[in-house]
T-cell receptor, first 111, second 117 residues
Framework: KNEVEQSPQNLTAQEGEFITINCSYS?????LHWLQQHPGGGIVSLFM???GKKKHGRLIATINIQEKHSSLHITASHPRDSAVYIC?????????????FGTGTKLQVIP | GAGVSQSPSNKVTEKGKDVELRCDPI?????LYWYRQSLGQGLEFLIY????????KSGLPSDRFSAERTGGSVSTLTIQRTQQEDSAVYLC???????????????FGEGSRLTVL
């Protein structure tokens, strides 16, 4: 079993739909990250969470430390949101953060 | 440039050849990571450099893989005697020393896609 599991693996949505991507992890963490990878490979950090909820524009990320679960929500989805969304968990140890990545959720938003 | 720069963007090589992949991090970023992304797999940690400290090489998959970082800036990942299973996208990322811990920001390059025939 992977230490970081994401669901769904693939998601197709109509423009305007509310989208939820889930991440479960099985290890102790210092922080959880959500990243976005566009076609062509560029990866951008979206959020870092250690508790509660964060919001940036139409993106909302939540984390439940007790349940070892995080969700990424996209409100009013748009075709430009089409990308792979990657959950990663980090543990601060030995002077830096060792990070384990999920395999990603491929999102396609259709106009 | 303003971002993390990687070269080459694409490399096709024959099995058994050596390859070198280059990463030029953002100026001032002392932390540098190499990751590998194989088809259908999550990012896999390879090696971490922080300033002048000894690198964490625990993710390198075999002794055919090595990396160095000269002058605390540019890094080169070298794969000797390449095998087909080495085919992947090799991603470099950089940050300030505690960037991922304090600010959640890690800056990735566009990656080098390696294909071993």
């Amino acid at each position: 079993k992977n230490e970081v599991e994401q669901s769904p693996q693939n998601l197709t949505a109509q423009e305007g739909e509310f989208i939820t991507i889930n991440c479960s992890y099985s290890v102790g963490i210092s922080a959880l990250h959500w990243l976005q990878q566009h076609p062509g490979g560029g990866i951008v950090s979206l959020f870092m969470l250690s508790s509660g909820k964060k919001k940036h524009g139409r993106l909302i990320a939540t984390i439940n430390i007790q349940e070892k679960h995080s969700s990424l929500h996209i409100t009013a989805s748009h075709p430009r949101d089409s990308a792979v969304y990657i959950c990663a968990v980090g543990l601060y140890s030995g002077g830096y953060q060792k990070v384990t990545f999920g395999t990603g959720t491929k999102l396609q938003v259709i106009p | 440039g303003a971002g993390v720069s990687q070269s080459p963007s694409n490399k096709v090589t024959e099995k058994g050849k050596d390859v070198e992949l280059r990463c030029d991090p953002i100026s001032g970023h002392t932390a540098l990571y190499w990751y590998r992304q194989s088809l259908g797999q999550g990012l896999e940690f390879l090696i971490y450099f922080q300033g002048n400290s000894a690198p964490d090489k625990s993710g390198l998959p075999s002794d055919r893989f090595s990396a160095e970082r000269t002058g605390g800036s540019v890094s080169t990942l070298t794969i000797q005697r390449t095998q087909q299973e080495d085919s992947a996208v090799y991603l470099c990322a950089s940050s300030f020393p505690r960037g991922w811990v304090d600010t959640g920001e890690l800056f990735f390059g566009e990656g080098s896609r390696l294909t071993v025939l």
